[in-house]
């Protein structure tokens, strides 16, 4: 797990306030006087949230998103929000972990549902593609078990397939790859990977029509 502060220094243009501070003075300092900090671009104040929190982001969002590479981009993702909006955390409101964890949780339940939603649009019909799958609501209190029986229901079919069309889906569903960076990963040709993806999503559209037609109803 490679947990390193993101870089922020550069694509901030206002002005860092050179504050110097000690390590003992920050790590005194709470959660909340820590994030008042980043109204004035304190950098010192952010790797000290970063350092104290980076692995609730990561285990919370790794819990969701199944994929430690994807987790630990978000983690820099998440934090670099933190860094940019300090004002979207309200301190009358709750407290910082309680917020965090909820933005982080949030954060990565989207980014599962856009896989999902990609997935079954490919597996789709073209007419079945004309459709728009509405978004939910991100505090369903089923979604837990709706992503596991979806994770589930989909190995098992893929499960089939040949291995070179098992191998490229998953890069593109579990993976969040694009089909360029899959051909570059496996060193294979973009129409190669363009047409293992295709057959392979015809066989997982036949697997899978039952369920799509039941979860349609």
């Keep these: 797990m490679n947990l390193a502060a993101p870089r922020i220094a550069d694509e901030s243009s206002q002005r860092m306030t050179d504050v110097s501070p000690t390590d003992e003075i920050y790590k005194g300092l709470d959660d909340e006087a820590l994030m008042q900090r980043l109204f004035v671009r304190d950098l010192d104040a952010f790797r000290t949230l970063y350092a104290r929190y980076s692995t609730l982001v990561y285990s919370t969002c790794l819990r969701v998103v199944r994929d430690t590479q994807i987790a630990e ?127 392979g999503m015809q066989k997982l559209r036949v697997a899978l029509m039952p369920q799509l037609k039941l979860e349609g109803k």
């Design 73 to 199: 981009d978000m983690v820099q993702e998440i934090f670099l929000r933190v860094w940019r909006k300090p004002e979207s955390f309200a301190a009358d409101r709750g407290r910082f972990t309680t917020w965090l964890t909820s933005v982080s949780r949030n954060r990565a339940v989207d980014e599962v549902r856009s896989r999902n939603r990609r997935f079954r649009h490919e597996a789709a019909s073209p007419e079945e593609q004309e459709r728009e799958f509405p978004d939910d609501d991100a505090n369903d209190p089923a979604l837990t078990a709706e992503l596991s029986d979806q994770r589930r229901m989909i190995l098992t079919a893929m499960a089939d397939l040949p291995a070179d069309q098992r191998d490229v889906i998953n890069l593109a569903y579990f993976g969040g790859l694009t089909q360029q960076e899959i051909s570059d990963r496996l060193s294979q040709p973009l129409g190669t990977v363009k047409t293992r993806i295709r057959l």
